[in-house]
């Protein structure tokens, strides 16, 4: 707990493909409403552990990230160097349960996150008042970062959900967030977990199963194991 929110982080991973998720739970228990933010972040490679060890400034170049218009994804993929190169796409995404997401903002570019002689310990991105810049294309030192703003009121619990995709292709990127905002928006009494809508939550985990099993959907940087599959942190 810090200046009076408690929160609790909880992180899913599909067994059926390369996904993960982390479901963070807040509360206020403080005696007036808050604003809170939350702030993701992540360094992309694309690539083997090798390749990247091997060249790591010249292997990112090849990188291309797109923000989407409501800054709530953002997509990353790796352009081909050679024909044979496989499609290497990633989704870094925010969802919000409770529908109390006041805004959202995007940044791709680390230095722009971190700025020049400082470090990810004190970076710039958290300086007071301090805004992303939005930058998206073909950044030299590319990142996946989203920063959530969220009015949280006395005693109430709000949720944010971050996932991560690395599908094959972007379009069943797309496929997937599109079914996810339709279960969260298009019913405020849905719960992920619990007995209400229990039917519902079935066929919903057995939809999102089938598009996470899509052929070729098995990522050659996931790693599986007899628990699932690890991503690799990039």
Not at 5 to 20: A, Q
Not at 121 to 137: E, K, L, M, V, W
Not at 175 to 189: A, H, P, R
């Amino acid at each position: 707990m810090v200046d009076g929110i408690k929160s609790t982080l909880e992180c899913l991973i599909t067994s059926e493909g390369c996904g993960e998720g982390r479901r963070i739970q807040l509360m206020n228990i403080t005696n007036k409403d808050r604003l809170i933010e939350v702030t993701s972040y992540g360094e992309l490679a694309l690539a083997t552990m090798d390749t990247d060890c091997a060249h790591p400034v010249s292997s990112r170049m090849f990188i291309e990230t797109e923000i989407t218009e409501e800054r709530r994804t953002i997509f990353a993929k790796r352009r081909k160097r050679s024909p044979s190169d496989p499609e290497i796409h990633i989704a870094h995404f925010v969802t919000d349960t409770t529908g109390t997401l006041q805004e959202a903002e995007a940044e791709t570019d680390r230095s722009l996150f971190i700025d020049r002689g400082r470090s990810i310990h004190r970076p710039a991105a958290f300086d007071q008042n301090a805004r992303f810049s939005n930058s998206q294309g073909c950044v030299l030192d590319p990142i996946i970062s989203l920063r959530c703003r969220k009015k949280s009121q006395h005693m109430k619990k709000q949720s944010l959900f971050f996932g991560l995709l690395l599908p094959i292709q972007k379009k069943h990127c797309t496929i997937i967030l599109i079914i996810i905002d339709n279960l969260i928006y298009s019913s405020k009494n849905f719960q992920w977990r619990g007995h209400v809508h229990r039917s519902r939550c079935i066929k919903v985990a057995s939809t999102l199963k089938k598009l996470l099993r899509i052929k070729n959907m098995q990522h050659p940087l996931s790693i599986p194991t007899e628990h699932g599959v690890f991503l690799p942190q990039y």
